[in-house]
């Protein structure tokens, strides 16, 4: 018999994780109609019976969709698993003693999904993304297709926003990518970044609004790089865009959209980067990855692109193998 497509299943989205971003998520998610079944799985059953309340009391203005809280039977039949679980830093406790921490939790929880033999795809949002969307693959045994991190979608939003502001354009005629680690060491690709077809360094001039665009480019980067920071100074966390671009990647697996997005995923000699997860162009449909779009970047962007391979490569050598084997 053939396979019914995603679009014409019941669409079933887990969600494990319902914290700031999960909930944020199962709210957008719900607003979009993209989904028939929103489930939401918290080791904190307080807090996930209130979210499913809360969320459900909004049934008479969504589209519809039931919403409820679940369990690990839910993954057998989802299309989606999106994982937020995860633990903050505590006070003296190190980079690396949080990664650890982590890892364990979305190894845990990528192995339950794994043995109820769940068809769908994996989305791991929990930070670090790039190591724990390594963690998740290499324990859930799956294909590389089909675990995905979010990496830097939300980081790519970021930077269309602020260049649709400073060029004064709207923010959809802006096609722009930030690559890479989603963290420190990701970066613009600049040679990808066009307005209305045309590549930004020659749109620039035809714009005229900027009197030193060369700084002006650093300083765009820089605020990118910079924005999570300065919103978890603010107010304690970022929700609101990240639950957005999470309904973006939803959306192109549900649909079947084969949208250009740039999740992390894990390259296997793509610009000659073995064995790590990160941020690249993707087209994004359902089943996962289709394929990475090998993008002819210029030699300072390929050296960025390296240099974030490099620093990722490294934490995943820094823990213990039994993290990563199972
Ligand atoms: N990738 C991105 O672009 C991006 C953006 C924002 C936040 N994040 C990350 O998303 C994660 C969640 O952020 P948040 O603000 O929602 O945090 P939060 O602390 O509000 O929520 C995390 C939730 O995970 C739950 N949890 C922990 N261990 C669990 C387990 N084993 N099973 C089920 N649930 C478990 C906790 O009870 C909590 O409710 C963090 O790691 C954060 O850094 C990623």
Not at 183 to 198: K, L, P
Not at 206 to 230: F, M, N, P, T
């Amino acid at each position: 018999m053939k396979k019914k497509a995603y679009s014409e299943q019941h669409r079933k989205v887990v969600v494990v994780g319902a914290g700031s971003v999960g909930a944020t998520y199962c709210y957008a998610l719900a607003q979009s109609g993209l989904a028939d079944e929103i489930v939401l799985i918290d080791r904190n059953e307080d807090l996930m019976k209130g979210q499913v309340l809360d969320l459900i009391h909004g049934q008479p203005f969504f589209p519809t969709v039931i919403i409820r809280s679940g369990s690990i039977d839910d993954y057998k039949d989802a299309q989606v698993v999106v994982i937020t679980a995860g633990v903050a830093q505590k006070p003296g406790e190190t980079r690396l003693q949080l990664i650890k921490k982590n890892a364990e939790i979305i190894a845990t929880i990528a192995e339950d999904i794994a043995r109820q033999d769940c068809k769908g795809v994996m989305l791991i949002v929990s930070n670090p993304v790039d190591i724990l969307t390594y963690v998740a693959l290499k324990r859930s045994g799956w294909k590389n297709t089909r675990v995905i991190g979010s990496g830097t979608v939300l980081d790519s939003a970021r930077f269309r926003y602020l260049l649709s502001n400073y060029c004064d354009v709207d923010v959809h005629n802006v096609h722009a990518y930030i690559l890479g680690e989603h963290g420190d060491s990701e970066f613009a690709a600049w040679s990808m970044t066009n307005v209305a077809g045309i590549n930004i360094d020659e749109y620039c001039p035809i714009c005229g609004k900027c009197s030193d665009w060369k700084k002006r480019r650093q300083l765009i980067e820089q605020q990118v790089r910079d924005s999570a920071y300065h919103i978890i100074n603010y107010k304690g966390s970022t929700q609101f865009a990240v639950g957005l671009a999470l309904v973006r990647i939803t959306g192109a697996i549900l649909r079947s959209e084969k949208s250009v997005l740039t999740v992390s995923t894990l390259l296997d000699g793509d610009f000659n980067i073995k064995d790590v997860c990160l941020s690249v162009p993707c087209i994004v449909s359902d089943g996962g990855i289709i394929r990475i779009i090998e993008s002819p970047l210029s030699p300072e962007e390929l050296t960025s692109l390296s240099r974030s391979g490099k620093i990722l490569r490294n934490i995943i050598e820094s823990m213990e193998n039994d993290l990563i084997t199972s």
